[in-house]
């Protein structure tokens, strides 16, 4: 990481389908004791690669947690218009924060991210993206601004996909019955997709995934056999990486190594 920053990992419970537990959030402070100050606690919701969609009980176990530890909240929110679990719900944390009252919904400091290219539109081509600060610190907000108004802006085309994607047709406007038939078509296939993945996926021997609930990727569990791991080791690689590798040197299958604790693969399954 860059600036001199440290990065404290956390992990997510994968047999709980991905949850965020708060004892492992608790570990993960403790952990970086004595070897740097955490400042803040980054949350991607809905996961990526994990597919998991947080719960509201869930996001508010992690608002109490950074007020108690005096965290920046930094929420990763751009996955949020990709939800297909049936009983899944996006809740942005600026919501649940502010439903939690005062003192938590007027102390608590929270930015949440959102990009064009994710959301359903996938418009990765389209570079443009928002970040909403809640509660700063006015005295941190004055660098921020200075940071912003100095950064070169997003280009005329991105800022134009944004302006789209959070001002979008609402019914009785002459575009809306084509928008709505375009976002319900894409809506149909991702669902689709996103299932028959983890059905694919768990066919396969030695792979486990995960329901995909939002998000674009799964992030199946591949069991290797001794050999694989032996082969993987003797070339100098993490098992993971010369699995994936392997699969595209042999099938033309574009899969990432997972760089988790045990070995994951992280694949997109969004073409539509
Ligand atoms: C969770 C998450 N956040 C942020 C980004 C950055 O998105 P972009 O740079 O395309 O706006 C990505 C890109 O893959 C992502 O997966």
Known sequence: MGLGAVFVPYYLSEEQGWELHLEELHRALESAKGV???VALYVINPGNPSGQVQSRKSMQEVIRFVSEK???LLADEVYQDCIYGEKSEFVSYKKVLTEMGPSLSDTVELASFHSASKGFMGECGLRGGYVELVNLDPAVLKYIKTLFSTDSCAPVLGQMALDLMMNRPQPGDPSYPLYDMETQHIRTTLVHNAKRAVSVLNSLQGFCCQP???GAFAFPRVYLPPKA??????????PDTFYCLR???EAGLLFSPGYFASWHLRT???NY
Do not use: Y
């Open 36 to 38: 740097c100050n955490p």
């Open 70 to 72: 005096r965290l920046f």
């Open 212 to 214: 995909v609930e939002g």
């Open 229 to 238: 791991i032996q082969k993987a080791k003797e070339v100098g690689m993490q």
């Open 247 to 249: 699969l595209l040197e």
């Open 268 to 270: 997109s399954w969004r």
